[in-house]
């Protein structure tokens, strides 16, 4: 009888194996779709729009190959070795291999990799010429300003333009906890730390939108800080540049008095408007931002609106007051107000 029912067993049981390395595989797969998919797109290490970002991208590319194939050898004279019948490999034969592919093979590889990724461990070097943006990561916003020669900075928020081509040095800080700069497509990331300024070099390779983030858990609302990067043409970036450094221009009325009357200015400062005090993003020109909130929700009138009377359900911990007893007309009217400052 136990006999009978022994191969029956393991029939089945290769069977379940099977399945199992099956649904392993299909897991495996499903896998790879999901993280492979964020390999496209606007906030990508593998969609590289700058210099350092792309030799960053080869050198993965080259030590994932490197160490594929390794791992590919290991597990062949895993199985030959397994395979092979007892007795019929010697002491001495084992020690070479250990000697060779375990102490000298390794040893060569190691060497040829680190050889190979020395030439991107050289930063850029800025030159006093080149084109100097400060950006201040505060919680939970990202303040920016244009440095330039002649007049004072220009400050902007939660958007980043930079010129392809032109090297940029950012100049990065922090007032409140420590943040992290890091524009995927561009450059690796760097520490934003409350009493030092850090310095960043780069420079874009080509033109498009992209996005950055903040990578160091800095409170409540670290996944909602977020910036849209615009990488222009010299051109268009100086055209842009002189645009931005003109003061508001239209008014829509009644929002532009309820935006004082509501006391928003005690925080926000619309260059030509009010006068405030810069305590939050500048708002001089932020009818033309591509977001709204450091990259958390879209430029419109209804998001903004909803932000206005509710900022703490759309960034819990933010430092921007909720106005409930604000109307929904007066919060729709301050939104028309400041989607025409542009
Ligand atoms: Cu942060």
Redesign the pocket.
């Known amino acids: 009888m136990a006999v009978r029912v022994r191969p029956r067993r393991s029939r089945s049981s290769r069977a379940a194996c099977n399945r199992t390395a099956t649904a392993l595989a299909a897991s495996l797969l499903v896998a790879l779709a999901a993280t492979l998919g964020g390999c496209a797109g606007v906030q990508s290490t593998f969609s590289t729009f700058g210099l350092e970002a792309e030799s960053t991208r080869k050198l993965t590319i080259g030590m994932t190959i490197a160490a594929a194939l390794i791992v590919f050898g290991v597990a062949s004279i895993t199985v030959h070795a397994a395979r092979t019948p007892a007795g019929r490999l010697s002491h001495a034969q084992g020690m070479r291999v250990i000697f060779w592919l375990g102490a000298v093979g390794p040893a060569a590889l190691l060497v040829v990799l680190l050889v190979l990724s020395l030439p991107s461990m050289r930063p850029l070097r800025a030159t006093p010429n080149d084109l100097r943006i400060s950006v201040d ?1 505060e919680q ?1 916003w990202w303040r920016v300003r244009y440095m330039q020669t002649g007049t004072g900075p220009l400050e902007t928020a939660n958007e980043i333009r930079i010129p392809v081509g032109r090297t940029v040095s950012f100049a990065l800080a922090s007032p409140d906890v420590i ?1 992290s700069f890091w524009i995927p497509g561009l450059a690796g990331k760097m520490d934003m730390i409350p009493g030092r300024t850090n310095e960043l070099v780069v420079r874009a390779t080509r033109s498009g939108k992209f996005r950055g983030a ?1 990578a ?1 858990f ?1 409170g409540l609302s ?1 996944a909602r ?1 977020a910036f849209d990067v615009v990488a222009m043409e010299p051109e268009a970036f100086d055209r842009w540049l002189a645009e931005n450094a003109r003061p508001a221009a239209a008014t829509a009325e009644p929002g532009r008095r309820l935006f004082d009357e509501y006391g928003c200015s005690g925080c926000h400062v619309v260059r030509g408007h009010v006068d405030g005090i810069a305590i939050g993003p500048d708002l001089t020109h932020v009818g033309s931002r591509r977001s709204l909130g450091a990259g958390t929700l879209p430029l419109t009138r209804q998001a903004i609106s909803r932000f206005i009377r509710d900022s703490s359900a759309a960034k819990p911990g933010s430092r921007m007051p909720s106005f409930p007893q604000m109307s929904a007309d007066d919060a729709d009217a301050v939104a028309d107000y400041l989607l025409a400052l542009r």
């Open positions: 990561g939970f943040h903040c160091e800095c670290h800080m």
